[in-house]
């Protein structure tokens, strides 16, 4: 219900809290989770029922101030960072009614203490939710309201925010300490429950929410025969058989670069938010029929009125979960032979696991960064330096580099008849088969090739990219444009604010890869053919993997537990593993395996 809000309302609300939102710690994030925000839960952990959650738009930078939060109170606790202006400390809170066995008997003195802290910042506070006291009864819970007042709050709700057939009640507000701030309070029908939606609009001193732009291939004109053609026609001599290697590379790429953006230009393209597409006309207007007898009823209070209203209500939601059910029936027989994007498609529907949004604030050296150019430096830095700053926390190991135990315990050279390793010639025909082996699905590097059009015209860029694939081989060297990566941080765990809790993923040049191929082949092959690789290593080796591993071990338990053995294990993740490689060591460690001169200076 509540997605379908955000959809009517094109994702127009910048922060949504909803109290009492029953949840706990089996419900996924994922589960409740709405395209474009962020959500930040706070669960009854004492019983059922109760609980806060906050949507914050993807765009608005914030961060979570749990050091305002009372463990006493049901409550979350935000910081929005506002340009051109001091930051704004919201906070959704739910008090449970006085016959509720979950109401703590001291909540007054705590939610007094948890306001006055957030008042020592100085800082605009604006504080919504349910309090369960009624601000149209005048002695309801007069306590609660003297510490509102005496706190310099204003509540700016005027009318009831619950009314059934024999009831009304003014228990949700809005709470503030800067009353010119706000443009309207206002109180409005949302369908969700028995307690009408409050809200409030903000003055702000910034520009409309803007659409996202971004660049990308137009292929309206794209035709891969004449693309093919005109490539096919091109003079490739002067390029291939310049003295510079690094030179001879760049005009290759300029040339299909030219060729391409005729043919396929970038084009910037606005992303625009839209309804979701089950959400139909018919179904809109059975929603705006809903409404207006909500509305209707509540003001005649007539039992029949209520009564009509309950049957659209009914209605309407039939009508929703019909619309979505036979939407996700039509994508998932369109994808049926497809199980990427069939997969693709039951995890959309049905979360199985949290993919958290990032921060948009981080903390840097003791410091809230909200400036987008100066995060992308921070985990640039960051990022670079990875491996010295892991140098601090892990051990020195002693360096096994010539040598090591086999599977008898004994010592064994790694390379014992001091075998040497030489690149061989690349041929036209291992090439080709590397470019129409390319995913015409994954994104371009930093030069804005797409694989899928080198995929379509992989005989015609097979032919000069041989040649420069055996001049890098045989002179040592990777071109330097292709060593150039897109780094995306991906939040993997902990807190979001900090740095040490992303892990950079790189997008290469569609090129990069198919040079890293040919080099990969003739180092694993030379080492599998040599037999210099140990013995327990699984991963990344042709015609093994760690399914092995799992069933040697399994093995190896099984006979121990036969001769009346007791098997320990010691199971160890490496944080950070692959980035805190030290590249030095690894060159190092390249010449005992006989890799060496021209061989090892191009990797």
Known sequence: MIREMFDSLNNNIHVLGVTESKLNSTILDAEVRINGYVCIRHDRTSGAGGGVIAFVRDDINFQRRTDLENQSIEAVWLELFV???????????????????????????AFNEMVMTALQENKEIILLGDLNCDY??????SRLKDIIKINGLKQMITQPTRTTMTTSSLIDIVLTTHVRNILQSFVCNSGLSDHDLIGLIRKMNCTKYAPRKLFARNYKQYSATSFKNELRSQNWDNVT???????????????????????????????????????????????????????????????????????????????????????????FNENELNPKNFWKQIKKCYPIKNKSTSSTSFKVENEVITDKSKISNAFCDFFSNIPSLMKTTTCNFMNSAWQYND???????????????????????????????????KPAGVDNIPPKIVKDAATEIAKPLVILANRSLQCGQFPSAEKVARITP???SGEKTLLDNYRPISTLPVFSKVLEKLVYYRIS??????????????????????????????????TGM?????????????????????????????PAYGIKDIEMNGL
């Open 407 to 441: 599977m008898d315990g004994l010592s064994r050279k790694i390379n014992p008849r001091d075998y040497e390793f030489y690149f061989t010639e690349v041929r036209y025909q291992e090439v080709l088969r590397i470019l129409e082996s390319l995913n015409p699905y």
């Open 83 to 109: 340009k051109y202006s001091k930051s704004i400390l919201v906070c959704f809170t739910y008090r449970p009614p006085n016959s509720s066995e979950h109401l703590n008997k001291n909540f007054n003195e």
């Open 525 to 558: 092959w030379y080492l599998e053919e040599h037999d210099l690789f140990n013995n327990y290593q699984y991963g990344f080796r042709q015609n093994r993997s760690t399914k092995h591993a799992i069933t040697i071990l399994i093995d190896d338990v099984r």
């Open 241 to 331: 058989r310049n003295n510079d290697f690094n030179t001879a590379w760049d005009g290759f790429k300029t040339i299909i670069t030219n060729i391409i953006n005729k043919h396929a230009p970038l084009v910037e393209r606005t992303v625009r938010g839209k309804d979701c597409p089950w959400l139909t006309r018919e179904i809109k207007q059975k929603m705006y029929e809903r409404d207006y007898q909500l509305r209707k009823a509540k003001r005649t209070k007539n039992p029949e009125d209520w009564s009509h209203y309950r049957r659209l209500r009914n209605l309407t939601t039939y009508a929703i979960r019909k619309g979505k059910a036979n939407y996700e029936r039509s994508v």
């Open 562 to 590: 036969d001769q009346g053995q007791l098997t320990g294990s010691v199971f160890m993740d490496m944080r950070k593993a692959f980035d805190t490689v030290n590249h030095g060591r690894l060159l190092d460690k390249l």
């Open 490 to 492: 991906v939040y993997k």
């Open 136 to 141: 149209s009864k005048p002695t309801d819970n």
